[in-house]
């Protein structure tokens, strides 16, 4: 056995499909310091029993992406014998058995004609004519896309290392980790049973037993075992037969199949989900002689799965069984992977599969690698961040009820605005019993209860309104009074979610305007909306900062931005210890009055100056509301007057029910977080994961009016900026049919040609229209060009408007 180098410059854990892909991008960039440690043998964990179906489309364009790469890289590796990974490329159906899943079928063929993938709806008898095994009962429609396909997953591993070792990089197996050495909050080498390995940055590549290698760096991961089965059955076909059969997958019997040397694999997610190797704690505890090995077959479990799958493919109930396989496989909350760098510094993680990493393990390989070398991957990789899961993610039992909950509705059609049902009432407003006994219908955010919206406003008279298919689902006319009575008088909104983050010290102002592309240090009580941007010059976090004296300022950001936020700014902090960050997300409650009203309903309560004169939009002061201490800041994210009222927590309740009794006289409305997200896009106001992301930047994003680049130091990111070709812009378009609407990822279309896609939409109730934003070329984007939206199967017509469609010249902004 190859004695154990004493250092490297990165140490990868784990052997399965996804640190061999890494050690093989990471030669790929260069970096052949590389070793890779496995307890057993390369794919012994869960990868050697994965069913290594490779889909390509996905629910987010990133995801996409990833999994585009993977089916490129797979077939480059198919073309030498020597690195075939067994490589299919048969194609891929998905089936419907319901309107609403045919409708789901119609908006994924929308979807992918903007990657240029060509996913095609076709006929129910073309379908059968691909795979002749299926029955077509109750089936009502179908897609397919000839480039999916499926390989051997061991193989795949095994390509991916002989590169990676060709071009350098070390694989010692049979190598148990025992502990991670962390000095002064950085990753600084690896201990295993056969010694110590320095090194400047490690992979927990460990799949399964991700969290547990987590603990030893005192990180928490959230990656839970879940048992995941498939069967394997005797051949169909004579051997002589050489036609392949596409992927099967029918989500509305929670079925896949696909071909096995002459039989079939097949395989789906049980309504009744089983956890693998917990604790009494809940906690992950993997036997540590579990190598290799499968969990016992649940065939009492798999009995739905069985039944269903012979209704779609009859053959099945003739043909015999080889084998069932029953492995462990990593599941997180969201199913999404977790990848990225921790809080322990040069410490990434690259877990949490969820039964599709042989899918996106080449992208998965890809990004990591340009994250490891680069310090940033080249694509927006927040939905998989592991920064996404905040705090409250370390409770074992709140983390199984998410998994669970996800792993069960796995194949569950995901309408717009659909809210998860465990693992609710974490983190409440001081106001939730308030708002609870006043009819609110909460959603839920980072563990947060926020209110959607109230069912005491609802308002059949507006009934009308609703939109038009999936949009209409989860809808409430309350949504459309609370919008309209913000436009016309007044509105409470409960904003105590958003994340807030206190900077301080000495080196604040610079550090803070050095990481801002505004300029932030304005002095004492000014506001400043601004964007931090990465090294490429996209756009990092989007957010306000205002400055409270000459070495504290407040950052307010979205409550689910906090956690990347809050790791963003730690990760640039100066070494010398004069910047202090710290997340106050949960000492303060904030509301938000805004309305023409509100101004008059706030000047009771305060004996400080409210006028235009004495209170400027973008100012911050430290004022006193009824009996409470606020600090008050004139700023707005629905386009009209008003302030953000922020009180310690203590103060909340009482603050809360001050504001509601002054706004009664003035027929005030309270109103939920599915008001402002309309009253937003009549404004043209951005969100980030969606309107702007990492892969936009300013100047797209129609966000120059922020930039900076003449301030004393510069900012963060502008030289990646100035090499950037701006070549496409944010435009507002409004839809002819004012009840169809753009849910997110639609694609536009000019001329016959596909030229963006849309990144949000919805109704603007003030103007009466369809409202949606998307990139199109900059030679396109001009006010009053047609185009058409395509939205479940249908192209509707558009037209690029100029925005905001409310108040351009801000003036109900400023009165």
């Not at 386009?639 to 509601?660: A, D, I």
């Amino acid at each position: 056995m190859q004695d154990l180098p004493e250092s490297a410059r990165v140490v990868i854990i784990g052997g399965g499909v996804g640190g061999a892909s890494i050690a093989y991008h990471l030669a790929q960039l260069g970096m052949t310091d590389v070793v890779l440690v496995d307890r057993d043998e390369l794919t012994n964990g869960s990868t050697f029993h994965s069913a290594g179906l490779v889909g390509q489309l996905r629910g987010s364009v990133t995801l996409t992406k990833m999994m585009m790469y993977s089916a490129q890289l797979y077939r480059e590796l198919a073309k030498d014998p020597e690195t075939d990974p067994g490589w299919v490329e048969s194609g891929g159906i998905r089936l419907a058995c319901t309107k609403e899943r045919q409708e789901e079928l119609q908006r994924q063929v929308g979807w992918a004609q903007t990657f240029g993938l060509p996913l095609e709806e076709i006929s129910v008898a073309e379908a059968n004519r691909l795979f002749p095994l299926m029955s077509s009962d109750e089936v009502v429609g179908a897609t397919f896309l000839p480039t999916d396909g499926y390989l051997d997953p061991s193989q795949l591993t095994q390509s991916l290392a002989r590169v990676a070792r060709e071009n350098g990089v070390q694989i010692h197996t049979k190598t148990r980790v025992t502990g991670l050495l962390v000095e002064e909050g950085r990753i600084r080498g690896v201990e295993t049973d056969r010694g110590v390995i320095r090194a400047d940055k490690v992979v927990n590549a460990a799949g399964m037993y991700a969290a547990e290698i987590g603990r030893m760096a005192g990180v928490r991961i959230p990656v839970i075992p879940f048992s995941h089965q498939y069967l394997v059955t005797t051949g169909f076909r004579s051997e002589d037969d050489r036609v392949r059969l596409p992927t099967l997958r029918d989500p509305d019997l929670l079925v896949y199949f696909r071909e096995d040397a002459r039989g079939l694999v097949m395989g789906g997610y049980e309504r009744h989900s089983r956890a693998a190797f917990l604790d009494e704690h809940l906690r992950d505890s993997i036997p540590g002689d579990f190598n290799g090995r499968l969990l016992d077959e649940d065939w009492d479990r798999f009995e739905e799965i069985t039944t269903n799958s012979a209704k779609r493919v009859p053959i099945m109930s003739e043909l015999q069984i080889r084998k069932l396989i029953n492995g462990p496989e990593g599941f997180t909350p969201d199913n999404e992977f977790c990848l990225g760098e921790t809080e322990v510094g040069g410490f990434f993680v690259a877990a949490g599969f969820c039964a599709h990493g042989i899918a996106g393990a080449g992208g998965i390989g890809k990004v990591m690698a340009e994250w490891i070398v680069d310090g940033e991957p080249s694509l927006d990789l927040w939905e998989m961040d592991i920064r996404r899961f905040g705090r409250h993610w370390r409770s074992y039992d709140y983390t199984l009820a998410r998994t669970r909950e996800n792993y069960e509705t796995y194949y569950d059609i995901r309408y717009p605005n659909h809210e998860r049902t465990s693992a609710r009432g974490l983190k409440r407003s001081p106001a939730y019993s308030w708002h609870r006994e006043h009819g609110a219908v909460f959603g839920e955010k980072s563990g947060w209860e926020r209110v959607n919206y109230y069912s005491t406003n609802e308002d059949p008279s507006l009934e009308y309104l609703r939109p038009k298919g999936w949009a209409g689902m989860n809808w409430s006319t309350a949504i459309a009074r609370e919008h309209l009575g913000t436009r016309e008088g007044a509105t409470l909104f409960d904003e105590s979610s958003f994340s807030k983050l206190r900077i301080d010290g000495p080196g604040a102002a610079r550090y803070l305007n050095y990481l801002a592309d505004n300029d932030v240090a304005k002095g004492p009580g000014r506001i400043t909306y601004t964007q931090l941007l990465n090294s490429h010059g996209g756009i990092e976090a989007d957010l306000t900062i205002t400055q409270l004296t000459g070495e504290s300022f407040l950052l307010i950001t979205g409550t689910a931005f906090g956690n990347h936020d809050f790791s963003w700014l730690r990760s640039h902090l100066p070494d010398d210890g004069s910047v202090r960050l710290t997340d106050v997300t949960g000492s303060y409650a904030c509301y938000a009055l805004w309305g023409p009203k509100s101004r008059e309903i706030l000047a009771p309560l305060t004996d400080a100056d409210l006028s235009n004169a004495g209170f400027p939009y973008l100012r911050a002061q430290e004022i006193t509301v009824g009996h409470v201490p606020v600090l008050a800041l004139r700023v707005t994210f629905v386009g009209e007057l008003g302030w953000e009222l922020y009180c310690t927590s203590e103060y909340g309740m009482s603050l809360f029910e001050t504001l509601v009794e002054a706004g009664e006289p003035h027929a005030m409305m309270v109103g939920g977080y599915r008001a402002i997200d309309s009253l937003r896009l009549e404004k043209a106001y951005r969100v980030w994961g969606s309107d702007v992301t990492p892969d936009d930047d300013p100047i797209e994003a129609g966000l120059e009016f922020c930039l900076r680049p003449d301030k004393p130091g510069g900012f963060f990111g502008s030289e990646g900026l100035a090499k950037r070709e701006s070549s496409r812009r944010l435009v507002c378009l409004v839809l002819e049919d004012s009840r169809s609407v753009a849910l997110g990822n639609e694609p536009i279309r000019m001329s016959g040609a596909i030229i963006g896609r849309v990144t949000s939409g919805g109704i603007g109730y003030s103007v009466g229209k369809s409202i949606a934003y998307g990139y199109v070329p900059v030679e396109l984007a001009e006010p009053g060009k047609a185009c058409e939206v395509f939205i479940f199967g249908e192209w509707i017509g558009a037209l690029i408007v100029e925005a905001p469609l409310v108040d351009p010249q801000m003036k109900r902004i400023r009165s």
